[in-house]
């Protein structure tokens, strides 16, 4: 197969592209490097810099594709606090471009990286699909309306496109070098750095962390699976949740506690009922042991 991957050189990107590789398929990956690495890149995969909001120049790429996905994004939501503007201009307008072109070119299906990020704060957990989403900041939106394009274009133009709601996803390669970086690439860096861990509120806040190889997994199965029409919103997390004082726990060091941050979700955990059900998947690692590898993994990195 043919397959497009838009933000290929991203954490969750490029571990994807390197799973397609391995199933022996031709991949093309779109990213403008922003927040991807070059690097990342698997050397067999054919790389193009280019904005995904640039649609001429994106266009071409998509003949003759019989796959895509679409991970390309600014994923920051203190970005997304700070520039709504610039981060809609990527995260909607560089969405239904993708969209655009892969209708137009009559693709098989496309696979979109949405974010649990949309649920916001519910009163029940775990968080199931069909509850009303809760966007509190910019980037829980802009995916939202992502989700609503998937759902109308689906239905429009009869191209099936599916939405999968990533919790927070962690493994190897995660960013590591900014304050935007996520809270288990912050903590391994400030750890390394002989620096407190920076815990935002009383540290009771949870989060529903999933392992790079099973979200990889689910994403590679929306492709393949037979059940799936488009339009379909679809939690892909590990169903278990833990709070940011516990991950403190298992790094290890001194804390310090900060103020709550802004736009921040008190608790995330995934029912994920629905992608068992129309995939059989499963997640297979648990947090201790992801924990262990990205500890390994960055061990490597700053010896390097
Ligand atoms: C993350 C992703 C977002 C994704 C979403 C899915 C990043 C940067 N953001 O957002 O793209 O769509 O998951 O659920 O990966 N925290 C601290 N101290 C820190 C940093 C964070 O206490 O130094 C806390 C935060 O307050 C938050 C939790 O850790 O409660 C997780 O934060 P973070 O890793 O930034 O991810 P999300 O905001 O959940």
């Given at each position: ?10 954490f969750?990107?490029?571990?994807l ?37 640039d649609?001429?120049k994106?266009k071409?790429?998509f ?8 991970l ?8 997304s ?11 909607i307008?560089g ?29 029940k ?16 939106l ?6 609503q ?26 960013n ?18 002989g ?17 790079i190889?099973?979200v ?7 492709m ?23 991950l403190?726990?298992?790094i290890g ?8 941050r ?11 009922t629905?992608?068992?059900?129309l ?26």
């Open positions: 197969m043919r397959i497009l991957v838009t933000g290929g050189a991203g969750i990107g490029s571990h592209v390197d799973r397609l590789i391995k199933e022996n398929h031709k991949v093309i990956v779109i990213d403008n490097l922003t927040t991807g690495k070059e690097e990342n890149i698997n050397p067999q995969a054919e790389f193009h810099n280019l904005d995904i909001y649609f001429e994106i071409p790429l003949e003759k594709i019989d796959f895509v996905f679409h390309a994004a600014i994923s920051q939501i203190l970005i606090i700070k520039d709504p503007v610039e981060t809609s201009k990527v995260n307008l969405t239904i471009n993708v969209f655009k072109a892969a209708i137009e070119a009559k693709v098989k299906r496309v696979i979109f990286a949405s974010s649990s990020s949309v649920y916001g704060n519910q009163e957990l775990p968080l199931k699909e069909n509850m009303r989403p809760n966007p509190v900041n910019p980037y829980a802009q995916k939202l309306v992502g989700e394009f998937a759902k109308l274009f689906t239905k429009l133009y009869g191209i099936p496109i599916i939405s999968l709601r990533y919790f927070n996803v962690y493994g190897p390669r995660i590591i070098n900014s304050d935007y970086s996520s809270v288990i690439g912050k903590f391994l860096k400030q750890k390394a750095e620096k407190p861990l920076t815990i935002f509120g009383n540290g009771e806040q949870t989060r529903d962390f999933c392992y190889d099973d990889v997994d689910a994403t590679i199965k929306a393949k699976s037979k059940k799936l029409k488009g339009g379909e919103v679809i939690n892909i997390g590990s169903g278990k949740s833990y709070s940011i004082n516990y403190a726990d298992l060091g001194k804390r310090k506690y900060l103020a709550p802004e736009g921040d979700v008190k608790h995330t955990q995934a029912d994920i629905l992608a068992k059900k995939f059989t998947w499963q997640p297979k690692v648990s947090f201790e042991e992801g924990l262990r590898r990205v500890k390994e993994w960055f061990k490597k990195k700053i010896q390097n």
